[in-house]
């Protein structure tokens, strides 16, 4: 009967996502406590688990189930078909796949992060040159075979469909091209206006026990689940991965920038919440799987730029800091300094330090590059130089070095072209998130400056986590705001925050 074969499916794909959660257990440490002598191990097992779940969803039989499930469907629920449809879908992609290059994508994307972490301050590019040319190099030929089978108009499509599921290329064009018409003006009048401020006093260099101490009671206050998860600090990228129920996030402190570790906590543990809340009925089915990263960045943008930026929450960063800084620290934690230091608009080399307004030209400049990477329009020799025009032409800098420039990201090496317009679709997604949420719940900010988050995690638990992957895109914004993604939120909110008015289009 279908509903038997249904049910062999779900069985089978709950398998394949224990696989991939071990996967991603064994990835986070990697990055926070493998010692280096153990890389080729962990390459090995990586690649073992990916070998597995790949044989596991080609093998024939599953197929079969899909073709007998999808002839009765119904008899299914309208969930239960998405996630047959979903079931499908995935099915499609692995099969396109050789085991072999599915072995090579997890060694490449496990070795290319360690050797990221290795060389990323030296900004040694003659021994990592190689290592991006064959991540760009295998990146494409995932992106030619997935435009193929799942019918896509070009291979860097097909890789943000890999990353952001449903994401089309038009929609990144379209939105990417408001944002550059709109932001170069908005940033020279911010700067214009901040001349006009008082200055700001410096924040000086603190000890980061300090930092640490801070951020462990911001993680509680935004509503970590310390049962289910862990929180890791180092000299590594800030990332959070895991499982639902074994999150795992990361941060690094800068003695001299307190502000960098702190809004990195938020913003990983925007990305913990999420895969926390996602819905329990669905776990280890690709129904309850979170939505993209384009989704997954507006969870940690809401925290990060949304509810963790409005001056209510400054005044509660200013009591925290004032509860556990020594006194000879304080003296620029005021709400009105912080304020300062939080929202100062000036052009910078490094992407996780740049402040909100400059942050999306940092994106559509990788955007930019790795498109043409992946369409051939550009070698791995061109690399370093178009990295440079684009930021002389972005940003007026000229990074004096590799590590400031074209290799301070680990997405490239790990085979992650294709992400980075996540993140400035994120925090488009977040400003309409937040707005709704504010809507329904007047007053959040007021609950937000206490520090208590209690509302607004609800909120988005039952407008956004618990929805996992039953929704499309579309349908979730919809749902939770009214109407589909859009720029519009994100420039007012821009606008609003920075020259004090609406964005005028």
């Keep these: 009967m279908t509903h038997t074969a249904y049910e062999k499916l779900k069985d089978r794909f709950r398998t394949i996502a224990n696989l991939g959660g071990a996967g991603s257990i064994l990835y986070m440490d990697s990055m926070t406590a493998m010692k280096p002598g ?27 189930w899909l073709d007998e499930s999808e002839s009765n469907t119904a008899s299914l629920s309208p969930a239960d078909q998405k996630n047959l449809y979903l079931m499908r879908r995935q099915w499609i992609a692995a099969t396109a796949l050789p085991e072999s290059l599915v072995r090579e994508i997890a060694r490449l994307e496990t070795e290319g992060n360690t050797m990221h972490t290795q060389y990323r301050a ?4 003659a021994v990592m040159k190689p290592v991006y040319e064959q991540a760009f190099k295998t ?26 599921p449903g994401l089309k290329l038009s929609t990144v064009e379209t939105e990417f091209a408001k944002l550059e018409s709109a932001l170069p003006p908005m940033i020279a009048e911010a700067m214009d206006r901040q001349k006009a401020q008082k200055k700001m006093k410096p924040l000086g260099t603190i000890p980061v026990e300090y930092h640490h101490a801070i951020a462990k009671d911001l993680l509680r206050a935004l509503g970590f689940d310390h ?13 959070s991965g895991g499982t639902p129920d074994d999150s795992r996030l990361t941060t690094r402190y800068n003695p001299d920038h307190i502000l960098d570790g702190l809004y990195t906590v938020a913003h990983e543990t925007g990305h913990s919440l999420y895969e926390q809340g996602s819905p329990r009925a669905w776990r280890y089915q690709p129904a309850g799987h979170t939505m993209g990263m384009d989704v997954h960045e507006s969870q940690s943008m809401i925290l990060e730029y949304q509810a963790c930026k409005i001056p209510e929450f400054i005044g509660y960063l200013s009591t925290l800091a004032h509860h556990h800084l020594p006194r000879k620290y304080r003296k620029g934690f005021t709400p009105d300094n912080l304020a ?18 400059t942050y999306p030209g940092h994106i559509i400049l990788r955007y930019n590059i790795e498109r043409a990477m992946i369409e051939g329009d550009m070698t791995i020799d061109d690399l370093p130089g178009a990295w440079n025009d684009a930021m002389k032409k972005t940003f007026n800098l000229t990074p004096p070095d590799a590590s400031k420039g074209h290799m301070q990201d680990v997405h490239w090496p790990s085979l992650s072209a294709g992400y980075f317009p996540a993140y400035t679709l994120g925090a488009m997604g977040a400003a309409q998130f937040f707005s709704a949420a504010v809507k329904v719940n007047p007053s959040l900010p007021a609950e937000i400056g206490t520090g208590n988050f209690q509302t607004l995690k609800t909120w988005l638990n039952t407008n956004v986590h618990s929805h996992g992957s039953l ?35």
């Design 38 to 64: 153990s890389d080729n191990d962990r390459s090995e097992q990586m690649m073992a688990l990916a070998s597995a779940g790949h044989m596991l969803l080609t093998d024939p039989v599953v197929k079969d």
């Design 122 to 125: 030296s900004g040694n590019w």
């Design 139 to 164: 990146s494409r030929e995932v992106g030619l075979i997935l435009k193929d089978a799942l019918g896509f108009n070009s291979a860097y499509e097909a890789l943000l469909d890999k990353f952001s």
């Design 227 to 239: 049962d289910r998860g862990v929180f890791y600090t180092g000299d590594m990228h800030p990332l």
């Design 340 to 357: 300062r230091h939080i929202f100062h608009v000036e052009p910078s080399f490094i992407r996780v330090a740049a402040d909100e307004l």
């Design 471 to 505: 929704l499309s895109q579309d349908e979730l914004f919809t749902s939770a705001t009214g109407e589909a993604l859009n720029a519009t939120y994100y420039l007012n909110h821009l606008s609003r925050r920075y020259l004090g008015r609406d964005w005028a289009p």
